[in-house]
């Protein structure tokens, strides 16, 4: 019985970890991780006597290992894939915000010497006009 015990917890721990990316997706729309293979298949439980009991036990057991090694093998993949995509988000961000500040920066430049060029002529005229 102490096994079935440790099976039981086991499942529970798996049930309770975290998808991979956090988000649900459409069904439509989900991503699968290929390079993973199938994900295994829960089996059928069967205790309707000892020894199906014991045998249903083994199948649980054998699922368990199979589907520990699939998440991982998923968690990995995905992990893999998402920092792929931000690390290319990063770089168009960064090569957009290069653009932007170039822009500023000039527009600053710009502000500066039409400052300094109206100051110089409200000097030479005495601040006469406007």
């Given at each position: 019985m102490r096994k079935g015990f440790f099976l039981v917890c086991g499942v529970a721990v798996m049930a309770s970890l975290p998808t991979a990316g956090g988000k649900a997706q459409a069904a439509t729309t989900a991503w699968t991780a290929s390079a993973c293979g199938a994900e295994?298949?829960?089996p059928s439980m069967d205790v309707s006597s000892v020894?199906?009991?014991?045998?249903?036990v083994d199948k649980a057991?054998?699922?368990e290992k199979a589907a520990r090694a699939y998440?991982?093998?998923v968690a990995r993949t995905a992990n893999k894939e998402e920092t792929a995509?931000?690390?290319?988000?990063r770089e168009k961000i960064a090569h957009i915000h290069?653009?932007?500040a170039a822009v500023q920066k000039r527009i600053a430049a710009n502000f500066s010497r039409m400052t300094a060029t109206?100051?110089?002529?409200?000097?030479?005229?005495?601040?006469?006009?406007?």
């Amino acid at each position: 019985m102490r096994k079935g015990f440790f099976l039981v917890c086991g499942v529970a721990v798996m049930a309770s970890l975290p998808t991979a990316g956090g988000k649900a997706q459409a069904a439509t729309t989900a991503w699968t991780a290929s390079a993973c293979g199938a994900e295994p298949t829960m089996p059928s439980m069967d205790v309707s006597s000892v020894e199906h009991y014991n045998a249903s036990v083994d199948k649980a057991t054998a699922y368990e290992k199979a589907a520990r090694a699939y998440n991982s093998c998923v968690a990995r993949t995905a992990n893999k894939e998402e920092t792929a995509i931000s690390n290319e988000a990063r770089e168009k961000i960064a090569h957009i915000h290069e653009g932007s500040a170039a822009v500023q920066k000039r527009i600053a430049a710009n502000f500066s010497r039409m400052t300094a060029t109206l100051k110089t002529g409200s000097s030479k005229f005495g601040g006469a006009s406007h």
